[in-house]
């Protein structure tokens, strides 16, 4: 079902003027989502005309702009890596765990976002793996699934990066598995000392590269006594690493990853109103107490497409990774020998070409199968259905 209000309303009534307003500020990525965002689901990007196998009703199915920044057209996206995702699954405890920048370094990562939020996957996924194969911890391999998000619940830049961990892993040797404690993987006080050490280094070898730019506020950054000057707070201030306890189940699991891995800032169900006043949409802030969390906020229109655009990723950018025993090519051997080692038998392969890929709604009269009667270009419309007293007309003498 539509949602009242979207995303893609809001690009099309106030896109136009902050384009002409932003002219020559905005990146072709951004100027691209928002077209894509703006066309997604309409005739100008072409569609098909379904009918029911049973019935016989029909609709309309426009194309997707299958853009990964669009809110619409996740869902589908996320369906289709989840299918894949499941037969990585193991019997065990999975844990989630968050690295967090601190605002100092994520003022630098705004004007930086390939080399920050790249090094953020690196020294982030690093970290977890030193600490996991060191014996005075877990003392093994382990996998790691890594979501990179950049905003926090009000679209404000906040980049962090959501860890889905399997609570054990394989020893060096491969001669057995090592499982975690029931409610405990890593000590989170030891992740984020190595986290910061690890980062902080990286960042300052990109300083003296001259690999990173700075503009506006933070132009005086690009001297590098400034630049240690800027980070001599977050050199001794704790970096925040959050670890929850285990989810209740792979199917816990599946579904906190179709929540989190094809988000985008904002979603089209957390849009309230949008009138001249501006774009009303809940969020909520954690600063208050839970129960009190779930709060309201206005902005004006170019506002919030400024912060919908802050987060649209470089182009070719993977916001999804994958380390340790889930890395690569790797993968399948990794997962081979876990399963052995675990003493489980294999899950059915996602590539079984029986399993169907079809997620075509069924017909909303019947629930019968959907089929495509007809296709039509970008811009044309699909012809109308019969109209019999027409042809009747036509044919009167």
């Known amino acids: 079902m539509r949602a009242s209000i979207e995303v893609a309303d809001i690009f099309r009534t106030a896109g136009p003027a902050y384009r002409a307003a932003h002219a020559g500020h905005l990146s072709l990525v951004q100027l691209k989502v928002m077209s894509a965002i703006e066309n997604c689901r309409t005739a100008a990007l072409g569609g098909h005309v379904e009918a029911c196998e049973d019935c016989g009703q029909w609709r309309i199915a426009y194309n997707s702009c299958r853009n990964r920044h669009c809110p619409k057209c996740q869902g589908a996206a996320a369906r289709t890596w989840l299918a894949a995702r499941e037969a990585d699954l193991l019997p065990v405890g999975y844990f989630h765990v968050v690295f967090t920048l601190p605002a100092e370094v994520a003022d630098i990562a705004f004007h930086n976002k390939s080399a920050i939020y790249h090094l953020l996957f690196k020294a982030a996924s690093e970290t977890m793996l030193t600490i996991a194969a060191d014996p005075k911890h877990l003392g093994a391999r382990i996998g790691i699934t890594a979501v ?63 690999r990173l730019a700075f ?21 001794t201030k704790r970096w925040v690493v959050y670890a929850k306890a285990p989810f209740a189940g792979p199917e816990a699991v599946l579904a906190y990853l179709s929540r989190y891995t094809h988000r985008v800032a904002i979603s089209n169900s957390r849009l309230m109103a949008f009138d001249e006043t501006g774009v009303t949409f809940r969020y909520k802030d954690y600063r208050r107490p839970e129960s009190n969390r779930p709060q309201a906020m206005t902005i ?27 890395a690569g090519s790797a993968r399948k051997a990794s997962l081979a020998l876990a399963r052995e080692l675990l003493d489980v038998v294999a899950p059915l392969d996602p590539d079984d070409p029986h399993i169907p890929e079809d997620f075509r709604p069924p017909c909303p009269c019947c629930g019968g199968r959907m089929i495509i009667i007809e296709t039509f270009e970008r811009w044309r419309q699909p012809r109308g259905p019969p109209d019999a007293t027409a042809t009747n007309r036509e044919t009167a003498p």
């Open 300 to 326: 004006a229109a170019n506002e919030f497409i400024r912060r919908f655009l802050i987060h649209v990723l470089p182009r070719g950018f993977h916001r999804i990774r994958h380390y340790g025993l889930l």
């Open 215 to 235: 503009f506006g506020s933070l132009a005086h950054l690009a001297d590098h006594r400034a630049f240690l000057r800027h980070l001599a707070p977050v050199r």
């Open 148 to 210: 990179l998000h950049t905003w926090g619940s009000a679209m404000t830049h906040h980049p962090h990066v959501h860890m889905i961990v399997p609570g054990g892993g394989i020893t060096s040797d491969g001669s057995r598995w090592i499982s975690s404690r029931s409610a405990f993987l890593l000590p989170v006080r030891v992740l984020g000392k190595l986290f910061r050490r690890l980062f902080l280094a990286r960042l300052f070898a990109l300083h003296d590269a001259g």
